[in-house]
């Protein structure tokens, strides 16, 4: 199945909500998470297949040179694809593109492989990409 990707794309909060229970292993929350990007986010990428949200990244931003990944996601149906790696590849052209000089993440610690081998994050204490 192909994968899309979309920054800033349009999602369904009970779709969003449904992932993050998902990935976070907790019942679905009612949360407005369409508000919630738009007003705090510089953007945030959506992987779908056939239309389905598949998978889903959050850069929040200070507003000026330093970005946040926050819930990266991807669907337990979709993973081991590659999706969360290229959910953050895009993340990270995008605080590129707006000129942000640093991408802060800090995850757990069975997360090391990824975000550190896979993403390409150095270690410190918040792990980060200079930009």
Known sequence: MTITYEW???FENDALNALHAEGFGHAPL???WWAQVNRHSLGWV?????GELAGFVNVAWDGGV????LDT???ERCRR???GTELVAVAVKQARAAKCEWLHVDFDDEL???YL???GFRPTKAGLIAL
């Open 46 to 50: 959506c992987a779908r297949e056939n």
């Open 8 to 10: 800033r794309g349009r």
């Open 81 to 83: 694809r590659g999706i």
């Open 30 to 32: 009612q949360d407005d």
């Open 73 to 75: 996601l991807v669907a």
């Open 117 to 119: 081998s896979a993403c």
């Open 66 to 69: 330093h970005a946040f990944i």
């Open 112 to 114: 090391t492989g990824f």
